[in-house]
């Protein structure tokens, strides 16, 4: 149950299972960010999802970078077997997720609650650290108040008298009104108080679903038809109170051909809605992945685009960030770049592509560029649309041999996959097939002149796919 107004705020023992889900092609780096970041264990993975357990608090979550958005997991399990039941029998089975187990319910609201408690806790203690400041600043107006001059004091109490009189004569007319405020501000203050103590008790809880299904059952229920069988099993079970506009506790469902999954939102904005973007560009997400892969030290950081409206923008994000005095920004082609050769460490390029952009074979005039300022064992991590990674890797480069295991010295190795724990009771282990693909990728990419391909990451950016690729710089180009 969640501790009481006066015990202290406590995390389970053995931590607490969460959910990321992540944008497909990001789980290698979600993996290995949960267990740096987090110190994570029973890490396990199913497509655009992540699984692990911690007891890090609300503050270290909010520090993962590659996530999309995190969830308090309630329970996973295989698909329902949708061939094989009527729909009425698929109706029951959808229930059970709630009557099955009503107590693994109740565990994980009181841990949704003890979570947000500490970090309401931890935000008043810092409230209450800056106080003290405001508490000096009206001890300095009390003193200059005391050396007002003796006339100016007897002015004062003077029209204080006054006042005084004229409030008496005015009293009763204004009594209405001020009866009003008064239950005005109860009013409010008890709603506040109402919406405390719904915190603390479970039935008094106000909800709403969300649901996705694909695969075999999207053609059976819709989402809101599941959203409405789930709706009404929570009320039933526990009391609680449909609120579609406000709720204190939003519930999540995903449905499909390959797992049942069930969690609670723990934060309403999105991991990946980074605060500090002001202007739009490549999702956050994205921009990590290749920052992490770069493996950038403290350098200086220099940013270069053609398009002055692309710069304004970063302009007003490094504003925003507060870095501005720390990257400069420059305007010029990739292909002409106003730098010494061999002169750069990492060099970090959303290569463009889309309708706009047809680069074709000028993709090698770019990476020719890069290779130039590049200085020898430097870094250089490209996005690549998929007619760029089809020119290169079709293309005649100047190649040199690449070395026998392809560049991977940072491999993820073997990881867990979803296996449900009400069911087996242990999380099996199996090679990922994502892996194995990123490792044809690579193998199937060749060295562009001194550029070696170290790794390689298939991604998505939504309506397309793209691949992350790193190269180092071997040798000296000549260039």
Not at 128 to 156: F, H, V
Not at 278 to 295: Q, Y
Not at 314 to 322: E, P, T
Not at 386 to 415: F, M, Q, W, Y
Request: hydrophobic share 40%.
């Amino acid at each position: 149950m969640a501790a009481g107004p006066g015990d202290p705020v406590r995390r389970p023992a053995a931590g607490a299972r969460f959910f990321c889900t992540v944008g497909r092609g990001l789980e290698p780096f979600l993996l290995r960010e949960v267990r740096a970041r987090l110190e994570a264990s029973e890490v396990e993975y199913i497509l655009g999802k992540v699984f692990f357990t911690t007891c890090s608090d609300l503050n270290m979550l909010k520090k993962l970078k590659s996530a999309e958005r995190l969830f308090l997991l309630i329970k996973k399990q295989f698909p329902f077997n949708v061939p094989s039941v009527s729909k009425g029998k698929l109706f029951s089975e959808v229930q059970r997720l709630i009557n099955d187990d009503p107590e693994s319910w109740l565990n994980v609201i009181s841990i949704w609650k003890n979570l947000l408690e500490l970090n309401a806790k931890k935000e008043n203690l810092s409230q209450r650290d800056a106080n003290p400041q405001k508490i000096k600043l009206g001890k300095n107006d009390t003193i200059t108040g005391k050396k007002l001059k003796t006339e100016q004091m007897q002015e004062m109490e003077e029209n204080r008298e006054c006042q005084l009189e004229k409030q008496i004569e005015e009293t009763l007319e204004q009594g209405d009104s001020l009866t009003k405020r008064e239950k005005f501000q109860e009013e409010e203050f008890q709603n506040d108080a109402a919406k405390a103590v719904d915190t603390h008790k479970e039935n008094n809880l106000t909800f709403r679903v969300s649901c996705r299904c694909s695969g075999a059952i999207a053609k059976i229920f819709t989402a809101q038809e599941i959203g409405r069988i789930v709706g009404i099993a929570l009320m039933k079970q526990f009391g609680w109170k449909a609120d579609l506009r406000n709720p204190n506790l939003e519930i999540f469902i995903h449905l499909s051909d390959i797992y049942s999954v069930v969690g609670i939102p723990v934060f309403r904005v999105p991991l990946a809605s980074r605060a500090y973007i002001r202007t739009t560009g490549l999702r956050s997400t994205i921009a990590w992945a290749m920052a992490s892969v770069a493996e950038i030290k403290d350098v200086y950081y220099v940013g270069a685009d053609v398009s002055t409206s692309q710069l304004l923008g970063a302009s007003d994000n490094l504003k925003a960030a507060g870095l501005k005095d720390k990257i400069e920004l420059l305007k010029v082609s990739v292909i002409e770049l106003p730098l010494p050769s061999e002169s750069v460490d990492v060099i970090i390029s959303d290569i463009p592509f889309g309708k706009k952009f047809k680069l074709g074979k000028d993709i090698r005039s770019i990476l020719q560029e890069l290779e130039r300022v590049l200085r020898v064992g430097g870094t250089v991590v490209l996005l690549l649309s998929e007619a760029h990674h089809r020119c290169l890797k079709d293309g005649e480069g100047r190649s040199i041999p690449l070395n026998s295991k392809g560049g991977h010295t940072d491999e993820l190795g073997v990881a867990k996959c979803l296996i449900p724990e009400e069911k087996t009771g242990i999380a099996k282990t199996v090679s990922p097939s994502l892996e194995a693909s990123n490792q044809e990728c690579l193998d199937k990419m060749p060295p562009f002149g001194s550029l070696v391909p170290m790794e390689c990451y298939k991604v998505s950016l939504g309506k397309t796919d793209a691949f992350i690729y790193k190269y180092k710089k071997s040798h000296s180009s000549g260039l």
